[in-house]
């Protein structure tokens, strides 16, 4: 519900999609985005936004958690997006990202140096049966990541 509120007033498009966190810790983020008529394109498959929706979200997730253990005013943004699709997603898609240790680190250098770090992070997309080893999707996002409690 927590993340129902947050997204519709400041990411709109997230709220749509209507993700469910199944899993989230320092370790790793594992979601769930419905394929519905919401998130269905012309071919019964999911959209494309909506993977770009879920991708970032469980990057996303893993690094304000980081963020706010330390409470610091740490912005993040996304500095590029790279994306592998490998078969049609024709029913529910979990995505999982397992980088928590090196977002941690990264918010950390951040904060620690004052300076912007970059961080390539890695995202799976998956059918809800399947295993990581058989994707629907691989993506790569750079986090960009800077402390700016004190500007």
């Known amino acids: 519900m927590k993340l129902r509120m947050i997204t519709w007033w400041q990411i709109p498009v997230i709220c749509y999609c209507r993700p469910q966190i199944i899993h989230l810790d320092d370790e790793y983020c ?79 250098q951040a904060v620690d140096k004052g300076e912007r770090i970059n961080l390539p992070i890695n995202i799976t997309a998956m059918l809800s049966q399947d295993t990581e080893d058989d994707p629907v999707a691989n993506f790569r996002l750079t986090l960009s990541i800077k402390d700016r409690t004190n500007a």
Not at 32 to 48: A, D, E, G
């Open 30 to 108: 594992k979601l769930r985005i419905p394929l519905n008529w919401r998130t269905r394109n012309h071919v019964q498959s999911m959209y494309i936004g909506v993977f770009t929706v879920g991708a970032d979200l469980t990057g996303g997730l893993l690094t304000l958690r980081s963020i706010q253990k330390r409470k610091r005013k740490v912005v993040l943004i996304f500095k590029d997006f790279n994306a592998n699709f490998f078969k049609r997603a024709e029913q529910d898609v979990i995505f999982i990202c397992r980088d928590g240790a090196a977002i941690d680190h990264a918010v950390q």
